[in-house]
């Protein structure tokens, strides 16, 4: 990854994360798939996950989008993910990486003490929703626990058409103005595991 100077507040692309949240869905996975296939499953290739994510948000693998912000939101005592590579918050912010699908923009934003993740996040998310620079927002929220998806969803009624929206979960949600995916797909190829070790019985994704 190269530093980036962040010259603008959104792209056209915008990828917002909860990131232990993120950061709890791999370790899940790394657990039950070192069980399931009997080997050592590696922490998740970051670059390799943002692609995934990319491209599951609707970004074309064959044509370059430009930039895309990644916006990773985490507690403010947090220094870090446990099961990705890049890990650390702070040697992530402001790096940025290129490939065919354009420029990744890293930032990480802690959650200061007069607030909340979710609240945070769904700040985020209305701010990226209001801006007409954007065209893709992909969400990863923690869609488990408490209410935050179900806020998402509120506040999504009021974003614009012209705008494709993705939220990620590990299971199908309830819907609404908005596109789903399955988060442990992207995952799961960023934790190298393919599907070659699946085919002969394939399992389910691992309940959390």
Not at 9 to 30: G, H, M, Q, T
Not at 77 to 91: H, I, K, L, M, R
Not at 113 to 125: A, E, M, N, Q, R
């Amino acid at each position: 990854m190269s530093q980036k100077e962040n010259t603008t507040l959104w792209s056209e692309n915008v990828i917002v994360v909860d990131a232990e949240y993120v950061d709890r869905v791999a370790f899940n996975l790394i657990v039950n798939f070192e069980r399931m296939l009997g080997r050592k499953i590696p922490a998740a290739d970051m670059t390799r996950w943002i692609d995934c994510l990319a491209l599951d948000g609707g970004i074309p693998a064959d044509n370059p989008e430009g930039n895309i912000s990644v916006v990773l939101i985490h507690e403010k005592d947090s220094e870090g993910f446990d099961n990705f590579v890049p890990a650390s918050f702070g040697q992530l912010d402001g790096k940025a990486f290129k490939d065919q699908l354009g420029e990744f923009v890293f930032s990480s934003v802690a959650v200061e003490h007069l607030t909340t993740k979710d609240d945070l996040l769904l700040d985020v998310v209305q701010a990226v929703v209001e801006s007409k620079e954007v065209r893709r927002l992909m969400v990863v929220p923690n869609a488990e626990d408490g209410d935050c998806y179900d806020r998402l969803r509120q506040l999504l009624r009021r974003a614009s058409d012209d705008k494709r929206i993705t939220l990620f979960a590990m299971q199908p949600m309830p819907g609404g103005n908005f596109r789903q995916e399955i988060l442990g797909y992207s995952l799961m190829q960023a934790l190298g595991i393919r599907a070659a070790e699946l085919e002969e019985d394939p399992p389910p994704c691992p309940s959390l």
